[in-house]
Nanobody, 123 residues
């Protein structure tokens, strides 16, 4: 069992940086691939980024590639999402997820989810 708790969301202006964190419980965090997803008002949840268990591989949605960076610290049981140059269209609730499988953009293949953290990008 893995419990995930996101933090770091809030209101930011376009272009300001923001870093989200996802703290995981349990001693097997390093065996899970991790991902970030988001859901904007009135829209379906969508994939943002994923990282392999050893952080050797990452994968991004085209909409955030070059602006967002996913990373993890297995010693701290934490995965991060560095959001640089955010845009108003990045406004959403951001969720982290864990999968026993390889990193994936497929929601259904993730085994555990956090409760989400709101990110609002507005001037």
């Amino acid at each position: 069992q893995v419990q995930l708790v996101e933090s770091g969301g809030g209101l930011v202006q376009p272009g300001e940086s923001l870093r989200l964190s996802c703290a995981a419980s349990g001693r097997t965090f390093s065996s899970y691939a991790m991902g970030w997803f988001r859901q904007a008002p009135g829209k379906e949840r969508e994939f943002v980024a994923a990282i392999s268990w050893g952080a050797g591989s990452t994968y991004y949605a085209d909409s955030v590639k070059g602006r967002f960076t996913i990373s993890r610290d297995n010693a701290k049981n934490t995965v991060y999402l560095q959001m640089n140059s955010p845009k108003p269209q990045d406004t959403a609730v951001y969720y982290c997820a864990a999968t026993r499988s390889v990193m994936t953009r497929d929601e259904e293949r993730n085994d555990y989810w956090g409760q989400g953290t709101q990110v609002t990008v507005s001037s």
